[in-house]
């Protein structure tokens, strides 16, 4: 199920006990979440581009492992963040150099 899909399903009339399990499920505090972001966490990108994204490895049907994925648009995400901090004077105020050949 897509996630405007789950949104449509928690808002039609009828599917309170979807709307409750969806609650359930959230049930533990996280970040706030930017709804106007492609990825919608809650993790800031600084650390989803360190720790990866989790995949899961089935064969046949079954479970079998899990493995680590590099994020690289968490990586790219958050290498913009810190330009923009570097030239807006957050953080000391240096600007990133780019070497030129």
């Not at 808002?11 to 049930?27: E, T, Y």
């Not at 996280?30 to 809650?42: F, I």
């Not at 089935?58 to 680590?68: D, K, N, Q, S």
């Not at 994925?69 to 290498?79: C, E, I, R, Y």
């Amino acid at each position: 199920m897509g996630r405007e899909s789950a949104y449509r399903l928690r808002k039609r009339a009828g599917a309170a006990g979807f709307a409750a399990a969806w609650d359930a499920a959230l049930g533990t505090p996280h970040d706030p979440v930017d709804l106007a972001s492609t990825k919608s966490t809650g993790i800031d990108p600084a650390t989803r581009a360190s720790s990866g994204l989790m995949v899961v490895v089935m064969h046949r049907g079954r479970f079998v492992a899990i493995r680590r994925k590099p994020d690289d648009s968490a990586l790219l995400q958050h290498l913009a963040q810190l330009d923009r901090a570097a030239s807006s004077g957050e953080h000391g105020g240096r600007k990133s150099q780019v070497s030129k050949p």
